[in-house]
């Protein structure tokens, strides 16, 4: 089933882009002594356009690559800001970066690793307002972000606007990736129609990732990015790739393009972008969160009564691991254990529950309320908020 | 038939850690339903209240979603293997 993808790389070009330097045919010199890129090719390179989606985990090693192959003109659009705890993957940023706005710092190196590029900084989020009118000036679209709205917004700006896109995405230990390209191939919604309600998959900051597992992912999709505009090679049209870092294993699944899909299908009933929160459910799901509905003592108050002497059972939630890292001497019933183990517990104990930031404890304290207990609170703003008012020697992670 | 079934990463931990796990079943729908009898936690995971297959997770035969076979009256031979592919969407 391998599909011509006509890749549009002929832009009104100036003069200038319709040739290679001298320096540019010394700098991209390994290139050209490929007969599979040659001067074509990498004239081809140069007049592409490929509008990187974030500039994170996956976005980094994709803007390198595709700075690096001497593509024209990359896009890159984040609105987030660097964090230290970005700093274990996301390797387009320095420990100097740390509080600038991720588009800055990602710019500043890709120009700095290939001045001759051009690279648009978009520091916006990406919406149904905006999408359209984004991707429209660019080839190529690839995926670099970390959510369920934002890759069915751009799947489907892609469908309506005819582009490729390079998807990619990674938890844990496992990354997927593809290329999505019409007419022949299938899109994001012949693969996944519906995303899963939120909080069933975790985010790399809530369920963890080996750092370097969004280096292999986005370089193979920085990869896929550099067949496509070149032409050459078999893209992943219609193949998913699996990968599983930990059995090192690559395997590979078919992808067919679903007739019924409401996108790209024979009967298309998305004809514009939608409200994609809402069709994830998150919308929804804001409205009915219980948190605040359950009792709540902040860390100063739970110091103050231990320090008297009261007689407080500390519950801590959290995983093994986690208590490891840190721990404020609770005792320990991971929440996944907590319906086997509740029997533990004095129901005439006051019982302050703890996690990490005060998510999973009130799911904890709701749990056991709805168990019976009644001498319940939730330690507000978990472990992180202890460290922070009570005592800052309790590392935060 | 036996066939393995493959556990993807964000349900390990409902399998008992297990990556992958030996059912017997002449279709996937046999096969599936002998796993989430081995591992009760599975099934909400899998399959919606009315117990149909959630629309973010895919079955594969070998390599063929069972979306384009006979969904989960598809059938099976000796060592097939069965994967779960859940949605994901990590990527920061």
Redesign the interface.
């Known amino acids: 089933m391998a599909s011509k993808i006509e890749v549009p790389t002929k832009t009104v070009a100036a003069a200038t882009s319709a040739t290679l330097s001298n320096e540019e045919i010394l700098r991209y010199s390994r290139h050209l002594i490929m007969p599979e890129v040659g001067m074509e090719g990498q004239l081809k390179l140069k007049q592409a356009k490929v509008l990187c989606i974030g500039t994170g985990g996956l976005g980094a090693p994709l803007g390198l690559y595709l700075a690096a192959a001497g593509v024209g003109r990359i896009g890159l659009i984040d609105f987030d800001v660097v964090d230290f705890t970005n700093l274990q993957r996301q390797v387009l940023f320095g420990s100097g970066d740390v509080g600038k706005p991720k588009i800055e710092a990602a710019a500043s190196r890709l120009r700095d690793l290939n001045p001759d590029i051009r690279i648009d900084t978009l520091e916006t989020r990406l919406t149904r307002e905006n999408a359209l009118g984004i991707l429209k000036d660019y080839d190529l679209i690839v995926d670099g972000t970390d959510n369920f709205p934002t890759r069915y917004l751009v799947n489907d700006a892609c469908v309506l606007l005819g582009k490729p896109y390079v998807y990619g995405s990674i938890f844990r230990f496992e990354g997927q990736i593809t290329v999505f390209a019409e007419p022949d191939g299938p899109c994001y919604r012949c693969l996944y129609p519906e995303p899963p309600p939120p909080g069933l998959v975790p985010s790399c900051a809530e369920g963890g990732v080996l750092g370097v597992l969004p280096g292999i992912v986005g370089t193979i999709q920085a990869m896929e990015t550099l067949k496509l505009i070149i032409g050459k090679g078999q893209p992943l049209v219609g193949r998913l790739l699996l990968f599983d870092a930990l059995a090192m294993k690559f395997r590979e699944l078919k992808l067919r393009k679903n007739p019924e899909c409401p996108a790209c299908g024979e009967h298309r009933t998305i004809t514009h972008l939608i409200d994609y929160a809402e069709f994830c459910g998150i919308r929804g799901e804001e409205a009915e969160a219980p948190v605040t509905s359950v009792p709540e003592m902040t860390p100063k108050e739970l110091k103050a009564r231990l320090d008297r002497g009261d007689d407080i059972y500390v519950l801590d939630v959290r995983e093994p691991h986690e208590y490891q890292i840190c721990n404020i001497g609770g005792h320990l019933i991971p929440l996944g254990e907590l319906p086997l183990r509740a029997a533990e517990l004095d129901s005439s104990q006051e019982i302050v529950a703890h996690c990490r930031s005060g998510k999973r404890s009130a799911e904890a304290v709701e749990f056991l309320r709805k168990a019976g207990f009644r001498k319940l609170w939730n330690l507000k703003g978990g472990i992180l908020a202890w460290s922070d008012e009570v005592d800052p020697s309790v590392p935060k992670y | 038939m036996g066939v393995k079934v493959i556990i993807?990463?964000?349900l390990r931990?409902y399998a008992g850690k297990q990556?992958s796990v030996e059912v017997q079943g002449a279709t996937v729908g046999e096969a599936l339903t002998a796993l989430t009898a081995k591992f009760g936690d599975l099934k909400k995971?899998l399959y919606t209240e009315d117990g149909r297959l959630?629309?973010?997770v895919?079955v594969?035969v070998n390599?063929?979603?069972i979306?384009?076979l006979q969904k989960d009256q598809t059938g099976l031979r000796e060592g097939d293997t069965i994967?779960i592919?859940?949605?994901?969407?990590?990527?920061?």
Request: charge should be negative; avoid cysteine.
């Open positions: 993807p990463t964000p931990a990556e995971h959630r629309s973010f895919n594969y390599d063929e979603d979306r384009f994967s592919i859940p949605s994901i969407a990590g990527g920061a």
